[in-house]
């Protein structure tokens, strides 16, 4: 009789399905090979395809017949769903972040925290016919990276963000304006002005601004992001557009609590 697997290598086989679920929702439109959601999630290719294989009997993936790419499947909706009644501000959001696209013309976005990542929920372009492309529905990026995770990560209580600076190496994927030093300074400037700012850091010439949105506890969980191209996020202009997102992200804040 084949013996049982110990209970401490559970977390292992979780953990892989957790990181391809979560390459997957990255790319919720274009899909992903066997290939890129394993180079995404860190495995290897036959691990990868084998936890896909899985995860597909259960309805968290599907994969399209004709292309062979994956998708999240139809069970990760339904468990969506069911969970949006604790977690989810996503219906209260809309409308902040319409407004703000509307009454700015840039790119306006809602952004949750999911443990060191932020993940983009929402999207609504302006009417200013030149756009950012950086951030799109299911884009994931750790925290300190976009505007949305340095607005979140400038906030977060205690030491966690001097715990997560220490353990985290951003400069390896990111370049060296991720040093902790350079963080340190963004998020002093993100405390000192209540909004974030990420000037051409991810993309040269793509600016974005973000303001948090806090949870009952005054735990920063969310974000609201505007982006567009450098000539749009003068100095002059900055004070408008963080004024406009932080009074947005307090409406926020005030319907979870």
Do not use: C
Request: zero cysteines.
């Amino acid at each position: 009789m084949q013996r049982p697997k110990p209970v401490s290598e559970s977390p292992s086989v979780v953990a892989r399905a957790a990181a391809l679920l979560r390459a997957l929702s990255g790319r919720t439109a274009s899909g992903a090979s066997t290939t890129r959601v394993a180079e995404e999630a860190g495995l290897p290719r036959a691990t990868a395809h084998r936890l896909l294989e899985s995860l597909a009997a259960e309805g968290l993936v599907d994969r399209d017949a004709r292309s062979g790419l994956w998708f999240l499947g139809p069970e990760t909706y339904v468990l969506g769903m069911a969970s949006a009644a604790r977690y989810d501000l996503t219906e209260e959001a809309r409308g902040s972040v319409l407004r703000l696209a509307r009454e700015t013309g840039e790119s306006a976005f809602f952004s949750v925290r999911r443990g060191d990542e932020t993940v983009v929920l929402l999207r609504e372009d302006g009417d200013f016919p030149i756009r950012s492309y950086v951030l799109h529905e299911g884009a994931r990026f750790p925290l300190g990276v976009a505007s949305a995770g340095i607005a979140i990560l400038a906030h977060l209580p205690g030491g966690q963000a001097e715990d997560y600076l220490r353990r985290t190496d951003l400069v390896r994927r990111w370049g060296d304006a991720y040093t902790a030093v350079s963080l340190r300074e963004r998020l002093a400037a993100t405390r000192a002005h209540g909004w974030a700012l990420n000037p051409g850091l991810i993309v040269e010439g793509s600016w974005g601004m973000a303001a948090a949105v806090f949870d009952r506890a005054g735990v920063p969980g969310w974000a609201l992001t505007l982006t567009g191209i450098e000539s749009r996020f003068r100095p002059d202009r900055q004070e408008s557009l963080g004024r406009l997102l932080l009074e947005e992200a307090h409406r926020l804040t005030r319907s979870v609590r």
